[in-house]
C-alpha cells in the first residue's frame, strides 16, 4: 500500500515567521512530488512541483526533496494570514498517471 | 481562460437517486480523474481516465460510473449503490505522456453533493 504521510497539524506561526511543514512518503521509487493549498470549502491548488533533490525556490515558498530519505518539504518564508489553510502533499506513482495524496496538515498563521 | 469546470457547484440528492456530475476542461489535457474528500479527510481516487474512451478504476470506484466520449468531457454518475455518496467531489486534469510534468493535476472547483 503506498502511503503518504502528513502531520495533521494544526500548525500554528506567527504573522511573518517561517512555517515548515513535511511529508512522508513510502514508495521509493517515486520521481514527481507536489504541494497543494487548499482553502476552507475550496479545491486544491497547485503551489509547487518538485522532480529532483535539493531546493526548489518560487517566491516565498521553497520545496525541499531527499529522496534518500523519502521526505519531502515545504517552506513558506514570511508567512501571512493568507497562507492559512490545509497543504496537501502528493506523490506520483511509477510508471503511471495517479498520484496519492497525504491528507494535509491545517496551518494558521496569527497577525 | 483555459480551465476545468465542474457543475452544478451544489447538488441536492434524494435516496434511490443517480445523479451526473459534470466536468469539463479546455486545457487539452489527455489525463482526468474524479477524487472525493470526506470532511479533514484526503483525496481518494473515484475513477480515472488516460485516453478518450478508456478509463480505469480507482481506490473506492464501487457505486459510481464515468465514461469518456469526449477529450474535454468526464462526467461521473453517482449511483443509488453508492451507500454514503455525501461528499465534495473534484474533477482534476493533466497533461499526457512525453512531458516530464505530465501528472500535475489540476482541479475544477468541485462539486458538493449531499443526499436528503
Redesign the interface.
Known sequence: QKEVEQNSGPLSVPEGAIASLNCTYSDRGSQSFFWYRQYSGKSPELIMSIYSNGDKEDGRFTAQLNKASQYVSLLIRDSQPSDSATYLCAVGVVGGFKTIFGAGTRLFVKA | DGGITQSPKYLFRKEGQNVTLSCEQNLNHD?M?W?RQDP????R?IY?S?IVNDFQK?DIAEGYSVSREKKESFPLTVTSAQKNPTAFY?CAS?KGTGT???????????TRLTVL
Open positions: 489525463a480523474y477524487y479533514g479527510q484526503g483525496l481516487l480515472y488516460q480507482g473534484l493533466s516530464v510534468n505530465y501528472n500535475e493535476q489540476f482541479f475544477g472547483p468541485g
